[in-house]
């Protein structure tokens, strides 16, 4: 199959094990989080905070860790994340035990997590080029996509029997397992890897930030995808990451077993859109998929938060997770291709900061308004503007013209 064309490459099929690890774990520990913060303080705002506090940090240094990564070698980089994450979720893990874990240790953790975010996406980003030849690319991509979605699917199910069981310790420490099992991959493969393609590109770090912004300015399809996902991360991102577990338990007066099958849902359309796309090694009219499948996503939010039975809103998570994984592919491997691969780490990490700049404004916003108007009408709003949103690029013929 063309999708498990990369895996025939040591070093990448070795990276993707060990990610792969890791990811279920964070599935594990993001449902079994959200929870916790739900039955510890019953707020809303409360969970936006959490979602607030891990990417401010992650926005302020992204640029930071972009030009870090072009100059120093991007496993090292990653090894050192995943250690200090493992740390991080190994202390969470030790509190929940001993009945000790407060809304403040989870803030200042989540703000670690953000922190070592802004290091570890432009280093992975940056690193899969540099293990995987051209012509797997789309492969390697298509397969960290889908091992997202697997564990995605398997996660909150696990994660979901776990906290039934009164296992939420366990769920926190088995992800902080999960990062050393992903650095035990890495390591080999550090010993085999030479460090970045060039010194960095220019003579010295704010040259290589300047080089960044210069590339990303020229391209009206970079420029204008950002800013646009910017605003997407908001109206559909807080929906989704903030008033999904209220919806289960306020409005549909469901159980954490309900909210791990709309995260399933959402994981399984996103592994049927990443063995799609995955299928092709190039795909035509990439722009005009790109925005359409984003339209897509929009009205897949507002269904949500519809009266519609539990298999109806389940199915519109479905949709979500199909259109949202074809699009960050189809993204992926544009920015892997067209852009150089000695920037690639400093173009990523702007691509992200720009991205992700205004998502803890859209996790404080949802979460405040799922307080006060309630969880079924944030979805449909969000939606609604994502979806009207995402016809706009459409109209610049650097979009439409993206194959």
């Known amino acids: 199959m063309a999708i498990l064309q990369s895996l025939r490459h040591r070093p990448f099929a070795l990276l993707w094990s060990g990610q792969t690890v890791s990811r279920l774990g964070d599935s594990l520990y993001r449902i079994a989080l959200a929870w916790w913060v739900l039955e510890k303080t019953g707020s809303a705002t409360a969970m936006g905070t959490v979602m607030i506090v891990s990417f401010v940090p992650m926005i302020l240094f992204l640029l930071v860790g972009g030009v870090v990564v072009d100059r120093l070698h991007r496993l090292r980089v990653m090894v050192a994340s995943d250690l200090l994450n493992g740390l991080i979720v190994s202390l969470v893990a030790a ?8 809304i403040w240790h989870v803030y200042v953790a989540s703000a670690v997590f953000g922190l070592v975010e802004a290091f570890f996406y432009p280093a992975y980003t940056a690193a899969v080029p540099e293990l995987t030849p051209a ?10 996509s889908l091992s997202y979605q697997l564990t995605g699917i398997i996660g909150p199910g696990l994660g979901a029997v776990l906290i039934a069981l009164g296992g939420m310790p366990i769920a926190f420490a088995l992800d902080a397992a999960s990062f050393f099992i992903a650095v035990a991959c890495l390591l080999p493969l550090i010993r085999t890897t030479s460090g970045p393609p060039t010194p960095g590109g220019a003579s010295n ?7 960044g912004w210069k590339l990303v300015f020229g391209s009206a399809w970079l420029w204008i995808s950002i800013l646009l996902f910017a605003f997407f991360n908001i109206t559909a991102g807080g929906p989704m990451n903030v008033a999904l577990p209220f919806l289960v338990k306020d409005s549909l007066h469901a159980n954490v077993g309900v909210l791990g099958l709309l995260t399933s849902s959402r994981s399984a359309g996103a592994t049927l859109g990443t063995i799609w796309t995955g299928r092709y090694s190039r795909l035509r009219k990439r722009g005009w998929i790109m925005y359409l499948t984003t339209i897509m996503d929009g009205l897949a939010v507002l269904c949500i938060g519809l009266p519609i039975p539990i298999a109806g809103i389940a199915l519109a998570a479905f949709v979500n997770g199909m259109g949202l994984a074809i699009g960050n592919l189809i993204w992926v491997n544009t920015l892997q291709e067209l852009v ?10 702007i691509d992200a900061i720009g991205s992700f700049a205004l998502m803890p404004v859209g996790f404080g916003v949802a979460g405040w308004l799922t307080d006060r108007i309630g969880p079924p009408l944030v979805f449909v709003f969000g939606g609604g503007v994502t979806a009207a949103l995402a016809a706009i690029p459409l109209l610049h013929r650097d979009i439409r013209n993206l194959d």
């Open 205 to 211: 770090p704010l040259g290589d930030l300047r080089d």
């Open 135 to 144: 012509e797997a690319l789309p492969s390697a991509n298509s397969l960290t």
């Open 95 to 102: 509190l929940a035990y001993l009945n000790l874990l407060e």
């Open 340 to 349: 150089p691969k000695e920037k690639l780490g400093r173009v990523s990490s």
